[in-house]
């Protein structure tokens, strides 16, 4: 079993949908969560970080974590062509242990 | 804020030769560096991970004498790919942490890339 899973996808939605990926991971000792964006030919792109349990929110992206499922979702709201893209969902477990564990990205593809 | 770039971005070479990427954190001191390796529709596969100053320690199947890691400074990491072979085409990814204390020195920056083709 991987440490993280994560649905490939492709997810298909029509412009203006709300947009939910999430991850499931195994490891209870991770407590520091990321999500990331990835265009075709691109580096990730850092869009949200939370620590431990509960919500963050940053325009129309919302993170999400519930330590006790051991489930962490982003949702976006008012979804947009350009947000068409590979999100990661990434994790560690400890201040100072920097090396993440990926996810293996969601691919949502956004529809005008 | 947070911005690393890759030099080259693109490289294409002749099997057998060298390749030498550069990674640069441009606006922060980078504590560690990471180099991943992505193939199409697949996510990242971390590399190494590097440390300014002191050797890189790799992750378990890839070649170190394959893949040397220079990190000589804290806002420069270099990946050099030695004698490439067609089978080292790939998109190579850096990353950095920053050097400040708390969240944000767990989550990394990344690169641009640099695609690699070796024919």
């Known amino acids: 079993q991987k440490e993280v899973e994560q649905d490939p996808g492709p997810l298909s939605v029509p412009e203006g949908a709300i947009v939910s990926l999430n991850c499931t991971y195994s490891n209870s000792a991770f407590q520091y969560f990321m999500w990331y964006r990835q265009y075709s030919r691109k580096g990730p792109e850092l869009l949200m970080y939370t620590y431990s349990s509960g919500n963050k929110e940053d325009g129309r992206f919302t993170a999400q974590v519930d330590k006790s499922s051991k489930y962490i979702s982003l949702f976006i709201r008012d979804s947009q062509p350009s947000d068409s893209a590979t999100y990661l969902c990434?994790?560690?477990?400890?201040?100072?242990?920097?090396?993440?564990?990926f996810g293996t990205g969601t691919r949502l593809l956004v529809s005008p | 804020g947070a911005v690393v770039s890759q030099h080259p971005s693109r490289v294409i070479c002749k099997s057998g030769t060298s390749v030498k990427i550069e990674c640069r954190s441009l606006d922060f001191q980078a504590t560690t560096m990471f180099w991943y390796r992505q193939f199409p529709k697949q996510s990242l596969m971390l590399m190494a991970t590097s440390n300014e100053g002191s050797k890189a320690t790799y992750e378990q199947g890839v070649e170190k004498d394959k893949f040397l890691i220079n990190h000589a400074s804290l806002t420069l990491s270099t990946l050099t790919v030695t004698s490439a072979h067609p089978e080292d085409s790939s998109f190579y990814i850096c990353s950095a942490t920053d050097r400040g204390f708390g969240i944000a020195s767990e989550t990394q920056y990344f690169g641009p890339g640099t695609r690699l083709l070796v024919l």
């Open positions: 990434a994790m560690n477990p400890k201040t100072g242990f920097q090396k993440l564990v």
